[in-house]
Every structure is written in structure tokens, then in C-alpha cells.
């Protein structure tokens, strides 16, 4: 088992920035690729960003690009999302993952997710 407990989500005016953290614990955290995903109110779960265990390979979704940036640490079991020039549509829950399959996009290959930490962007 893997246990991953996000923070760092909150509201934010549009332009502005966020890190968003997520804390594994249990298993070897760095056997796992880790995933950020993201759900706004009425619409499905999407995939934001991955990175490989190593930290070596990263992969983003087109919308987040040049503004997402995802980063680990494996001494501190810790998976970050850096977030910059937010907008409105960022808003969101927004989930970690982890996945035993490497770097992976869709959410069926994530294993163990957290609870989700809640970021808002007002205009």
C-alpha cells in the first residue's frame, strides 16, 4: 500500500501561483512513477502531469504546458506540482497518484491516489 496525502491547494487570483505537494507513505516511493490529475466541478478526471521514477523523464498535458511543473523528491518521498500564471479553467481538485507502471497518462494505471487537495482561481 502507498498512502498519499496532498496539501497546498487554495484559492488564487488568475496570474497567480501555487505548489501543490503530495506526501507517500508505506511502500518504496521511489519504485513509483507519480501522477497529478485533475476534476472540475461536472466534468471527468483528467491527466495534468507525470514523472518517472527517476525523476529523469517528465510529460504534460498541452493545456498545462510551459505553466505545470512536476518535481520529486525521493529523500522526502514527496511529489510536487509547480503551478504559474493560473487561470480560471485551472480550477480544480487536484489528485496525486501513483503508478507501479512507470510514466503513465491514463488514470487506470495509477494504483493509489490521495484524496485531493482543491485549488480555485478567481478572476
Known amino acids: 500500500q502507498v498512502q498519499l496525502v496532498e496539501s497546498g491547494g487554495g484559492l488564487v487570483q488568475a496570474g497567480g501561483s501555487l505548489r501543490l505537494s503530495c506526501a507517500a507513505s508505506?511502500?518504496?516511493?521511489?519504485?513509483?512513477?507519480m501522477g497529478w490529475f485533475r476534476q472540475a466541478p461536472g466534468k471527468e478526471r483528467e491527466f495534468v502531469a507525470a514523472?518517472?521514477?527517476?525523476?529523469?523523464?517528465?510529460i504534460y498535458a498541452d493545456s498545462v504546458k510551459g505553466r505545470f511543473t512536476i518535481s520529486r523528491d525521493n529523500a522526502q518521498n514527496t511529489v510536487y506540482l509547480q503551478i504559474n500564471s493560473l487561470k480560471s479553467e485551472d480550477t480544480a481538485v487536484y489528485y496525486c497518484?501513483?503508478?507501479?507502471?512507470?510514466?503513465?497518462?491514463?488514470?487506470?494505471?495509477?494504483?493509489?491516489w490521495g484524496q485531493g487537495t482543491q485549488v480555485t482561481v478567481s478572476s
Open positions: 514523472i518517472h521514477w527517476s525523476g529523469g523523464s517528465t
Open positions: 508505506g511502500r518504496t516511493f521511489s519504485n513509483y512513477g
Open positions: 497518484a501513483a503508478s507501479p507502471n512507470g510514466l503513465r497518462v491514463l488514470s487506470r494505471r495509477y494504483e493509489y
